[in-house]
């Protein structure tokens, strides 16, 4: 079973940025698509990004495109978000997961199999 670990996450401010990466044991992370996922307090998980197994098709949602930038390194098994230009709304618990499937890579978190235990971002204003 494919085990992930958030990290990265932290307090910044507004305009800041932050590098998150997701590390993986238990399984090759080149044989899944992956994405993460962000849950603010009081609010449901949203998708933020997701990436083919080959990183060629890489959605972003709406509200971080442009800022955000999905990627991964497969020879260290490990996913990146990189993400600029943060803003007080992207404060969140912020989640990789894994899809098992043969699909490209998908928005809806119910499509994904093996999740981390979430690393906090806090961009203060």
């Known amino acids: 079973q494919v085990q992930l670990v958030e990290s990265g996450g932290g307090l910044v401010q507004a305009g800041g940025s932050l590098r998150l990466s997701c590390g993986a044991s238990?399984?090759?992370?080149?044989?899944?698509?992956m994405g993460w996922f962000r849950q603010a307090p009081g609010k449901e998980r949203e998708f933020v990004a997701a990436?083919?197994?080959?990183?060629?098709?890489?959605p972003y949602a709406d509200s971080v495109k442009g800022r955000f930038t999905i990627s991964r390194d497969n020879a260290k098994n490990t996913m990146y978000l990189q993400m600029n230009s943060l803003k007080p709304e992207d404060t969140a618990v912020y989640y990789c997961?894994?899809?098992?499937?043969?699909?490209?890579?998908?928005?809806?978190?119910?499509?994904?199999?093996?999740w981390g235990q979430g690393t906090q971002v806090t961009v203060s204003s």
């Open positions: 997961a894994v899809d098992r499937s043969w699909f490209g890579p998908r928005m809806l978190s119910g499509f994904y199999d093996y």
């Open positions: 238990g399984g090759a992370l080149s044989n899944y698509a």
């Open positions: 990436i083919s197994r080959s990183g060629g098709n890489t």
